[in-house]
């Protein structure tokens, strides 16, 4: 039996999904609120022109309209890749009741950053899927690199 936490990460990897056959790096996330999606976003930084534009941002954005406030402190977060400080900081404006992420980032993660730049009251869980989510972002960029090596490696005209 899928546990609830799972089966929303589930649905952040779908969101994850959606990122990657936009040509986006595949990073998805769900707002959750008394069992039920509230909030859902996908990295649209290269559809949008836009560096802000990533899927934690877009979710939190779509579950404040849902809830009609700016504060989250009721809901949760299931983001498929640890989100970074600029998101972070959202997160804690935001008043995030907890934060679940798959995959870890040790270069860009928020986690690297001490003392934390979660609000206090924000529990977090890390690892959900993180196999699933790490292969995900793991293809993406080895196919990036795939592609920059072969166009290296063609003759020019």
């Not at 954005?61 to 400080?85: F, H, I, N, R, W």
């Not at 529990?123 to 072969?150: H, P, T, Y």
């Amino acid at each position: 039996m899928e546990n609830t936490d799972e089966r929303f990460m589930r649905e952040a990897l779908l969101q994850a999904r959606e990122a990657l056959d936009g040509g986006e790096i595949p990073i998805g996330a769900v707002v959750t609120c008394n069992g039920r999606i509230i909030g859902k976003g996908h990295n649209m930084t290269e559809r949008l022109h836009d560096a802000t534009a990533h899927a934690e941002m877009i979710a939190i954005t779509s579950a404040m309209e849902a809830m009609g406030g700016k504060y989250l402190d009721q809901c949760t977060l299931y983001v498929t890749v640890e989100p970074c400080p600029m998101c972070a900081g959202a997160l804690n404006w935001a008043q995030t009741g907890r934060i679940v992420y798959g995959a870890p980032d040790p270069r860009r993660g928020y986690s690297m950053f001490s003392p934390s730049l979660l609000h206090p009251r924000t529990k977090v869980s890390a690892g959900v899927l993180c196999e699933e989510c790490s292969s995900l972002m793991k293809d993406f960029f080895s196919s990036k690199r795939n592609i920059q090596s072969s166009s290296d490696a063609s003759p020019r005209g």
